[in-house]
């Protein structure tokens, strides 16, 4: 029995290690806070991008690891004058509304937009106040959050759908 009982402690205790170091990795996507982003967007008048993500959202992890943190997205959103801001939907950081220009938290901005999945990709336009655009629930690969990013860049978001333009290869 106190063998059994042994094995079973350094078992469960391999078992919260695990789990530790697997938390911590998730929240390593939270360690930017969003408030100084959003600032900057407003201040420069870019595109704001605010993604509403979960700690333990798997899809939230695959498109920080696959897409957001892919050079060629980050060139995109360079190129088409395009910011990002990641919010825990279940955190307390200091954030602002894009719309409202109002101060609260990243849990209430969440209640705002009516975010009922992870991930949430919110779109605001600088050119009519940071109005929202559009939102998109769930994960987009690679090629198609590029093709959001161009859309963005070339104005015509505001003249024709995204349909139409990917299917004018990607002109008004």
Not at 5 to 23: D, Q
Request: proline share 5%; with cysteine.
């Amino acid at each position: 029995m106190k063998k059994f009982f042994y094995i079973f402690t350094v078992f469960m205790a391999l078992i919260i290690t695990a789990c530790e170091k697997s938390s911590n990795q998730v929240s390593d996507k939270f360690k930017n806070p969003p408030l100084p982003a959003m600032e900057e967007a407003m201040k420069n008048k870019q595109f704001l991008i605010v993604i509403f993500e979960s700690a333990n959202c798997r899809y939230c992890a695959k498109l920080n690891k696959e897409v957001l943190n892919d050079l060629e997205v980050k060139q995109h959103l360079a190129k088409d004058n395009v910011r990002i801001a990641i919010v825990n939907v279940y955190g307390k950081r200091k954030v602002i509304d894009p719309e409202s220009k109002n101060d609260m938290n990243e849990q209430i901005l969440a209640y705002v937009y009516k975010v009922e999945g992870f991930p949430t990709i919110a779109v605001f336009d600088p050119k009519q106040n940071y109005k929202l655009l559009w939102k998109i629930t769930g994960y987009l690969p690679k090629e198609n959050f590029i093709a959001m990013i161009d859309y963005l860049g070339s104005g015509c978001y505001n003249k024709i759908p995204f349909q139409k333009w990917v299917e004018n290869k990607k002109t008004c």
